[in-house]
């Protein structure tokens, strides 16, 4: 069974510009997460969707960020602009249930320089 | 507010030696922990959970945790490292299960370097 896969691996794009980085959960997972981890600090948590609404998203920075899950499948995490303070590693998870651990997908890598 | 602390940036051990990561944490509910595993240029991996039960854990690669309500801890521990433990390791609390809100708030990370 393939796990959480996220796309690109890394990107590097100039303050100002858009990025869109996006998240295959593992198939039949309702339960889909963000979080971001920027340089050194801890991982934290962005929001969180059930199948294609969004259950939690109190850990939304501002209204630059942008997150679908159009028909409860994938999942995109837009920022428009990017700024300097938007760098750092956006991971994804994905659960199957609320009592079930949180599968995490490698993480995109962005520069915001 | 939840919160976790993990107070060693960086532990280090001879391989064939125990090793023990700390982790403490704080909830206004039932605690619900867990430990994941970051290897170089890999995601996060689940090693273990907390829900209920006995208080030792025992999960994936020989690792266990144990539970200290009192303490508030649950810190990750194996009898023997080995080298390819090195990694960064992650300690997470999640407040209630029984909500539909199913965060976790993750520690900052402590690094495992185990020398041969």
């Known amino acids: 069974e393939a796990g959480v896969t996220q796309f690109p691996s890394h990107s590097v794009i100039e303050k100002g510009q858009t990025v869109t980085l996006r998240c295959d959960p593992i198939?039949?997972?309702?339960?889909l997460y963000w979080y971001r981890r920027v340089m050194g600090k801890e991982i934290k948590f962005l929001l969180h969707f059930v199948k294609e609404s969004k259950q939690d998203e109190s850990g939304m920075p501002n209204n630059r960020f942008l997150a679908e899950r159009t028909g409860g499948t994938y999942s995109t995490l837009k920022v428009q602009p990017a700024e300097l303070e938007d760098s750092g590693v956006y991971f994804c998870?994905?659960?199957?249930?609320?009592?079930?651990?949180?599968?995490f997908g490698p993480g995109t890598r962005l520069t915001v320089l | 507010a939840q919160s976790v602390a993990q107070p060693e940036d960086q532990v280090n051990v001879a391989e064939g030696n125990p090793l023990t990561v700390k982790c403490t944490y704080s909830v206004s509910g039932n605690p619900y922990l867990f430990w994941y595993v970051q290897y170089p240029n890999r995601g996060l991996q689940f090693l273990l959970k907390y829900i209920t039960g006995d208080n030792l854990v025992k999960g994936s690669y020989g690792f266990e945790a144990e539970f200290n309500k009192s303490q508030t801890s649950f810190h990750l521990k194996k009898p023997s490292a080995l080298v390819s433990d090195s990694a960064l390791y992650f300690c997470a609390v999640r407040e209630d299960m029984n909500t539909g809100f199913q965060k976790l708030v993750f520690g900052t990370g402590t690094r495992l370097l185990v020398s041969p």
């Open positions: 998870a994905s659960s199957s249930g609320q009592f079930n651990e949180q599968f």
């Open positions: 198939s039949g997972h309702d339960n």
